[in-house]
């Protein structure tokens, strides 16, 4: 083979290493960025959903107690239940 191609396909080969590991690191990087940006809105989901299974809850506790208080509140002054 002759010298002068041979130095042009090593150096076409060492160009092609160079942007084959740039590519990676470009991937990389980008692939960090996604998952960055999904995991800080499944957090927000996920925080916001926690509040109104919070709040839903409580809200039916609050009536259960509330129900409770009527129904006994009713005994306490003579009145029969059912």
Known sequence: MDEDLKTYLEEMKRELREH????????REHT???ETRL???FWKWAR?????????????ARRARN???GSHHSCREGGAPG
Not at 20 to 27: D, F, G, I, Q, S
Not at 52 to 60: A, K, N, P
């Open 20 to 27: 084959a590991e740039e590519m990676k690191r470009e991937l």
């Open 48 to 60: 916001q959903a926690d509040a109104r299974y919070r709040q839903h809850h409580s809200s039916r």
């Open 67 to 69: 129900a409770g208080r």
């Open 39 to 41: 995991l800080l809105e």
């Open 32 to 34: 960090e960025t996604v």
